[in-house]
């Protein structure tokens, strides 16, 4: 052992009452901040956790006492290996921010995880992380961006994430105005569509109330464990889904019944969207590498300024042209935007 460098060993927990996700997010919280520790791996199964450390073990079994998970150590013993792996990775289909949004999401919940590099003009990625190089390069295949794996050299200790109350405490208060925004546009628009006629701004109206439900979701997952994350945004992308198929089908009902939208009513209420949804994405574009359930938020958001500006462009045709199809072919685009949403979202695993 090098001189200087503090031996490390490995040490097994029995926490028995830790049984899903939110015990470990505790756990993790407790031994965050603890020197010496470089390493957790959990096996709720069999209610086990395993720290790499320097020190003495008792003193991590005194961050898990207060718990009152009846955490007790089992065994000490000297640890084979602390250090980590440096991985890069060529991505050639990642070349803007939303597929580097992509991958965070799709490795929030991957166990050692230490931190993440992206180098969007070269395509790659670099990862310091703890077990098998096969099990990122699995998370990152269904992505369909054509990931490879270009080289891994061992590397230093990976550190442990540490707990961040005053970012989680920002970040609420990011999605309560967001929230906010959503529930009172999604009102608004549903009832002006439904008086002007128009599929374009239910569609819209109905994307914000999804867009409440997705900020909704990601409020509770604030500082929540990863996998409940993963489960929040998935849930989101459902409900996306469901309602962009239920504006697809009021698009099909007006397409064959007749309507006849008003483009005053469609320009100017588009143009008080596009300035709520602008706001929105303000608000989430510097919090988006929070955790998925915020990258999700800014994916939905970004599809709003989209359909925003297809609400308005179609207010402008139907004026100019007297005739009711710029709406709903707008009206049928959002929702194969709002779909194409959903979907990115339920592809993470």
């Avoid at 390493?39 to 005194?62: K, N, P, Q, Y």
């Avoid at 098998?132 to 891994?152: C, M, R, V, Y």
């Avoid at 208060?173 to 628009?189: C, D, S």
Wanted: glycine share 8%; with cysteine; net charge negative.
């Amino acid at each position: 052992m090098p001189p200087g460098r503090a031996e490390a060993f490995s040490s097994v927990f029995a926490i028995p009452k830790m049984d899903c996700p939110s015990e470990e997010n505790l756990v993790r919280m407790a031994l965050a901040g603890t020197e010496g520790v470089t390493a957790l791996e959990f096996d709720l199964a069999t209610r086990r956790l395993t720290v790499t450390h320097s020190g003495e073990a008792e003193r991590i079994e005194a961050k898990l006492r207060p718990l009152n998970l009846d955490a007790a150590l089992i065994e000490t013993a000297a640890a084979k290996s602390t250090v980590g792996t440096l991985t890069r990775f060529s991505i050639p289909k990642m070349d803007c921010p939303s597929e580097e949004n992509l991958i965070r999401m799709a490795l929030a919940d991957q166990a050692g995880i230490g931190t993440l590099s992206f180098d969007l003009r070269k395509h790659e990625l670099s990862v310091i992380h703890m077990g098998p190089t096969e099990d990122i390069l699995g998370k990152l295949a269904p992505l369909n961006l054509n990931a490879e794996l270009i080289d891994s050299v061992p590397q230093g200790n990976v550190p442990l994430a540490r707990p961040d109350p005053e970012g989680d405490a920002s970040e609420a208060r990011t999605l309560k105005v967001m929230l906010a925004i959503n529930g009172t546009m999604f009102v608004f628009e549903m009832l002006v569509g439904l008086i002007a006629q128009s599929t374009g701004l239910i569609a819209d109206s109905l994307d914000m109330f999804a867009d409440a439900a997705v900020y909704g979701l990601a409020l509770y997952a604030v500082g929540r464990a990863a996998g409940m994350k993963i489960r929040a945004a998935h849930f989101a992308g459902w409900l996306q889904m469901l309602l962009a198929l239920g504006a697809l089908g009021e698009v099909l009902r007006r397409a064959v019944f007749g309507s006849e939208p008003q483009s005053s009513l469609m320009i100017g209420v588009g143009l008080i969207a596009l300035v709520a949804n602008m706001t929105c994405l303000v608000l989430i574009a510097r919090k988006r590498d929070r955790g998925v359930h915020m990258t999700a938020s800014y994916i939905f958001s970004a599809n709003d300024v989209i359909a925003n500006l297809g609400v308005v462009a179609a207010g402008l045709l139907v004026a100019w042209t007297g005739s009711p199809y710029p709406d709903l072919v707008i009206g049928s685009i959002i929702g194969l935007v709002v779909l194409s949403g959903a979907r990115r979202i339920l592809m993470l695993r």
